[in-house]
């Protein structure tokens, strides 16, 4: 029975049965495969035939990842990476060459950023960077030499949002491949597809993994896109290990359920907050107050598990109430069980500018939230005391 219901695609979505008739796919810890015969070997290589050549190539556990996130994600096919960042950079690096041209949203992932600016000048490849906050503008900046669209929605960490209706429409206006950073919501909340997107990007590392264990990177497109990312990956090595590609298949069978937990505890979390007398602004998807409210319930299921607010005061109540958590972790990852907390400014997007950061609100009072699952009423706790403890 083929399901198009996400939660069965999560579970159900396996590789072929091994003769020992195993009911959890097993993990296929071989870097390489052997062959019937030279003439199978040949036919491999030459693409006539399908299967296993070398684990940095394809691997079942890899396979099995591949077919369930592009089922969840709706688009034809995937491709896996050695991490979220390996990802991005090897699907520009892919889709790009010598002279072409990027248009990206202004809030973007600090390291993606210095892709942009620091590393892929090296290739002649330049980016331009267009406001979150004014759609109307980005048609402006299109270039002749304008390959591709990027986005992050919700960004990281302002929890801007942008209509991808409208970024949809652009792109296919003027030809151009979409690539959204799908990282925040997962397909189980957000499925880009469905409003024009190209290309659906993940860190792994995040939700998909849920519980802070591996590395990651996916990549989901059309068979013709990927068939492109495939054959750049094929040769520049960034390669999922079996391991972790079979860890991730088995956490996507619990992401619907996690992401439920994930976004009624953030909302509470925001909620709690926009109540605080210490905080001078709540920023999530799913609260009334938010600038984008109506364009995260037309392309949101619910609000996703990250919460950023802005504290009142001078940094260092900031770094008090940081300081004074006791349960809550202080760290730079986000999706896992544990609730996170981390300071954009000084830590994950530290390596851009004042003036760079002021410009997609990641001021110095912006403290970012990842919600876990852990009883509301115990991270609610920990964030009032070190509230608490820092503004007293």
Known sequence: MKSKNFETIAIRENIEKSPHKEHSTPIYLTSSYQFDSAEEMRDLFTGDIEGNIYSRYSNPNTNELIEKIAGLEKMENAWCTSSGMAAVFTTFMALLKNGDHILS?????????????????????????????????????????????????????????????????????????????????????????DFGCDISIHSATKYIDGQGRGLGGLIVGSNELIAKIEAFARHS????????????????????????????????????????????????????????????????????????????????????????????????????????VTHPASSTHSKLTEEERNSVDITYNLIRISVGLESIDDIKEDINQALNVAFA
């Open 105 to 193: 949203s202004s809030s973007v992932f600090g390291s993606t950023h210095q892709l942009f600016f620091n590393i892929f000048p090296n290739y002649g490849i330049t980016t331009s960077y267009a406001s979150i906050h004014n759609l109307d503008d980005w048609e402006k900046l299109i270039q002749p030499n304008t390959k591709i669209i990027y986005a992050e929605t919700p960004s990281n960490p302002a929890l801007d949002l942008i209509d991808l209706e409208v970024l949809g429409k652009l792109a296919k206006k003027h030809n151009l491949i979409l690539i959204i950073d799908n990282c925040f919501t997962t397909p189980y909340l957000q499925t880009p597809v």
């Open 237 to 340: 090595g960034p390669a999922l290990s079996p391991f972790n590609a079979w860890m991730f298949s088995k956490s996507l069978e619990t992401l619907a359920v996690r992401m439920d937990r994930h976004c009624d505890n953030a909302l509470e979390i925001a909620e709690f907050l926009e109540k605080s007398e210490f905080v001078e602004k709540v920023k999530y998807p799913f609260l009334p107050s938010h600038p984008q409210f109506e364009i995260a319930k037309k392309q949101m299921k619910k609000g996703g598990g990250m919460v950023t607010f802005y504290f009142k005061g001078s940094l260092e109540k900031g770094v008090k109430f940081i300081n004074s958590l006791k349960m809550c972790s202080i760290s730079a990852n986000l999706g896992d069980t544990k609730t996170i």
